[in-house]
């Protein structure tokens, strides 16, 4: 099973940026599909952007021409670069692996995830 430290998170203005990291240990990173998902009180967790091992990238709609993410498969770790914040990207935001890419938009079927990082977007 993979684990994965999440770190970027903090407070910003709307409009600022921020730039999330995901490191992942326990997998040939490389042949996997990583997703970055967000979490609000009493919501389920969101998938807002996706790579494919072959850099293929998708968005949730609430996230499409703001977010970024990308992957540097030397240093095992996938980013989120988050831009023109937003108050209702304020959640918690996780990041997951799997083989399959379409399996990423199934969340509850995951058991492990990390710690995750906090961002907080507020005048």
């Known amino acids: 099973q993979v684990q994965v430290v999440e770190s970027g998170g903090g407070l910003v203005h709307p409009g600022g940026s921020l730039r999330l990291s995901c490191t992942v240990s326990?997998?040939?990173?490389?042949?996997?599909?990583m997703g970055w998902y967000r979490q609000t009180p009493g919501k389920k967790r969101e998938l807002v952007a996706a790579?494919?091992?072959?850099?293929?990238?998708n968005y949730a709609d609430s996230v499409n021409d703001r977010f970024t993410i990308s992957r540097d498969n030397a240093k095992n770790t996938v980013y989120l670069q988050m831009n023109n914040l937003k108050p209702e990207d304020t959640a918690v935001y996780y990041c997951?692996?799997?083989?399959?890419?379409?399996?990423?938009?199934?969340?509850?079927?995951?058991?492990?995830w990390g710690q995750g990082t906090q961002v907080t977007v507020s005048s």
């Open positions: 997951n692996a799997d083989e399959q890419l379409w399996r990423l938009i199934m969340p509850d079927e995951y058991d492990y």
């Open positions: 326990g997998s040939d990173f490389s042949i996997y599909a």
């Open positions: 790579i494919s091992s072959g850099g293929n990238t």
